[in-house]
């Protein structure tokens, strides 16, 4: 990791802080943990503290608990889309029963083969922040 001067440091903090207060605003718990971390291992690096990389920039665990995976809701929604299945394992239960519900016009069938690319396609980070 290459060494960043003062003043880089500073509009780093500057943006991190920015960043803080949207997720702070959205309620994003998990990104607010993250980007405290990431402002504490700069503030303590800029006092000479010894930070490991992977202190800075690794995402919380709390992070990965309740996410759901875009590949799994993908083939979910490509295989058994007509009957809502990937709207189930994303916990809109609302959406899944109407899924079911017309289930036989075929018309959810469609709109699971298109939802399911739209997630296969989608960035992991893209879908946490859209689905989940």
Not at 23 to 36: K, N, P, T
Not at 86 to 99: E, V
């Amino acid at each position: 990791m290459p060494d960043l001067t003062h003043s880089e440091a500073l509009r780093l903090l500057a943006a991190l802080e920015d960043k803080r207060q949207d997720a702070i605003d959205r309620g994003d718990l998990d990104e607010l943990s993250v980007l405290d971390r990431r402002i504490h291992a700069i503030e303590a690096a800029m006092n000479g503290e010894v930070v490991r990389y992977s202190d800075a920039l690794a995402p919380s665990r709390s992070a990965a608990v309740g996410e759901k995976n875009h590949v799994v809701a993908g083939v979910l929604a490509l295989v058994l889309g007509w009957v809502g299945a990937h709207k189930f394992y994303l916990g809109k239960t609302g959406q899944g029963l109407l899924y079911l519900l017309f289930f036989w016009t075929l018309l959810p069938a469609l709109i699971g083969f298109v939802e399911g690319i739209v997630y296969l396609v989608s960035s992991p980070e893209d879908f946490a922040r859209k689905y989940s």
